[in-house]
């Protein structure tokens, strides 16, 4: 090995980790439309887990998974081509999360975007300041999940955001974090859920939001949306979206769901969208033994 390319193999803060890779699925696209390349690195053994739970989710094309738990090598080589690269790790884990900042660096160096999906501790319900804190120079994105999320929660998210990173884009795209995807909090939404499902609904000109909503739930089905215990309402558009817009979107997702349902909207804007709005739902329900049955 060279000079060079020992140099690049030295990570920050005298932390070198061995990765253990186990491809997934890597689908080239034959019809011309780019595709990114993504990494799933889970790291420590609560990122081990939840990346070999993803294994009977549908996840998008060109992915591998990257476990990455004891110390030897590092795994730029594995990362250094990736568009996108998502961190799964428990909060509780010090050596994962020392780790896993040092993975996103690298990540983020390399000219990847970084998202980052943590696992906290059963009985953290701490405010998001000290989280934004601890990791606001690591991840382009993070996303809070339940302690213990069912693996189509995470592949669902992965989804969406994965649409709002690329979708519009040209060959020889370079993705960007979309203003306003910088942290997201599901813990309430889907704690205690099971099998995630998504739909996406896209529209312009007048009376858009309900529209857009239409398209979402036509997409999962009304009785899927009926029977959600939670639902993530993601509503993206350009500088064009008005705050009244936002709020209807809100209420038709309101009249659409059962009064006890748990709720969360975010919202992002991406001027690719021009006059497009774009409801994306990730909806849930809860485990059969959390509801009695």
Known sequence: MDKHEEEKRVMP??????TLFDPLSVTPTSDGVPTPVIRI????????RLLGLLRNAALPRDVEQIVVNTPQAPVINRIRDADLVLLLVSTIEQDAQRAVKVIATMARLSGALVVGMLTPDVGDHADAGPLLAAYRDS????????????????????????????????????????VGADYLDV??????????????????????????????????GSTCVQQADGVLVLVAGSRSLRLREIGAVADCIQASVASTCRTCLAVHYDARLGDVLRVTLIVASALADSTGA
Request: glycine share 14%; proline share 5%; hydrophobic share 45%.
């Open 13 to 18: 803060d005298g932390i070198a980790l061995t």
């Open 41 to 48: 690195v889970g790291v420590g053994d609560t990122g081990a």
């Open 139 to 178: 991840f382009d994105s993070l996303i809070v999940l339940p302690s213990a999320p069912h693996e189509s929660v995470i592949a669902k998210l992965l989804g969406a955001y994965v649409v709002a990173a690329t979708e519009g884009l040209a060959c020889g795209f370079q993705i960007t974090a979309p």
């Open 187 to 220: 813990r309430a939404t889907f704690t205690g859920t099971e099998k995630a499902h998504i739909g996406i609904g896209t529209a312009q000109g007048a009376d858009r939001p309900r529209h857009a909503v239409a398209g979402a739930i036509e997409d999962l």
